[in-house]
């Protein structure tokens, strides 16, 4: 057929005129031509790790398309320590033993996998299923050598199974679906707790009362931050969080992130006196108060909040000697005046080295 622009591309027979010249391939499923042409062989999936030394220690197949881990028959090599199969199909974690008995770090970042299983011969020290399909952490609280362990971007809504991680250090579950902090108070030895972008709206102790029948509810599990003596890094941003109560007994916290909140001010820090970063942008905070007893202060990242006086900056962070960058901008003492801001910043903080984005010049 054709049109304006020329033929179609389709190819069209009238039924009327075509002719089969070997109908009994209509009625016989075993019937082979012996004139047609012969069939091309395709040839079998290629082995990806072909040229891999069989003593090789790490293997990193990225993007590759992997949907059968046993089909990569990783039996071969008896000394993986270390195992990337980033951003691929994968939908089950299936090894062979040989292959459990040496691993310490197995990476399945961004793959298709829904459920925890087949763990129990590892004896991991990093594990990382973050953007994958996982709803439930189960099945890894054996992994008593673990340091690391990365659930980013899944489908989780509650924090279990961990209890027998005592060497866990860094526990990163951000973007999920997570409403409360809870069972963490086995985890000793953590440092590190990223918990941004979920549906977290407070981190302290809490109890409730049965009026009618004169009880109380300690539910102190469900939000115990204050278990973690070695915790050092929060990051809560982006969460439902409207004050900081929770975080007194962190003898060692050093960076706090809580940006995208809802925090209206920054009492309940007294205490964190070690805090170096502390990150506020994008609440509803509009003094700088309970700030005085953290003279360890080194960044404060304040953007886009409510702060409106620089009298008041001078005198909450003036004395803070290892103070070398603040960020304000989106506040109004920087939307109502943007053309002396930062000259105002400098007057009031002259040993500050960076202001917003900008360095300071000396």
């Known amino acids: 057929m054709k049109n ?9 027979v009238d039924p009327k005129q075509a002719v089969i010249t070997n109908p009994e391939a209509l009625e016989d499923s075993d019937y082979s031509d012996p004139e047609a042409p012969p069939v091309e062989e395709i040839d079998a999936d290629e082995d990806l ?4 030394d069989p003593e090789a220690e790490e293997i990193d197949l990225v993007h590759m398309r992997i949907k059968s881990l046993p089909a990569l028959r990783l039996e071969r090599f008896s000394k993986l320590q270390r195992l990337c199969f980033r951003q691929n199909e994968i939908s089950r974690i299936e090894f062979p033993s040989n292959v459990a008995a040496t691993l310490k770090e197995l990476d399945l970042y961004d793959n298709l996998i829904s459920h925890i299983k087949n763990l129990d011969e590892f004896d991991l020290t990093t594990l990382d299923l973050s953007f994958n399909k996982i709803k439930h952490i189960k099945n890894v609280s054996h992994l008593k050598k673990l340091t690391d362990l990365f659930f980013v971007q899944n489908k989780i809504s509650r924090i279990e199974g961990l209890e027998g991680l005592t060497e866990l250090r860094n526990l990163e579950l951000g973007a999920n679906r997570i409403r409360d902090i809870e069972n963490l108070e086995t985890l000793k030895a953590l440092e590190e707790l990223w918990l941004g972008k979920n549906k977290i709206t407070e981190m302290k102790a809490c109890h409730i009362r049965d009026l009618e029948h004169k009880r109380t509810f300690d ?10 003596p070695n915790l ?9 969080l409207t004050n900081l109560t929770g975080l007194s007994g962190l003898p060692n916290l050093e ?17 964190n006196t070690t805090l170096r970063v502390l990150d506020f942008s994008n609440n509803q905070i509009s ?3 309970h700030l005085s007893t953290l003279k360890n202060l080194e960044e404060v990242w304040a953007s886009n909040n409510q702060l409106s006086s620089f009298e008041e900056v001078e005198r909450e962070l003036k004395d803070k000697e290892k103070l070398q960058t603040v ?4 506040n109004p003492l920087q939307m109502n005046g943007p053309a002396v801001y930062r000259n105002k910043v400098r007057l009031a903080l002259p040993h ?5 984005a900008t360095y300071v010049r000396v």
Not at 232 to 240: A, F, H, P, V
Not at 352 to 356: G, K, L, N, P, R
């Open 352 to 356: 500050i080295a960076q202001i917003d």
């Open 4 to 12: 304006k622009e020329g033929w179609d591309g389709k190819l069209r």
């Open 255 to 271: 960076e706090l992130y809580f940006s995208h909140n809802a925090v209206t001010d920054l009492s309940g820090l007294e205490k």
């Open 232 to 240: 050092r890094i929060i990051s809560i941003q982006s969460n439902r």
């Open 219 to 228: 539910l102190t599990h469900r939000q115990n931050l204050d278990s973690l």
């Open 327 to 330: 960020y304000f901008e989106g």
């Open 49 to 52: 790790l072909e040229d891999e």
């Open 287 to 289: 003094h700088l108060e």
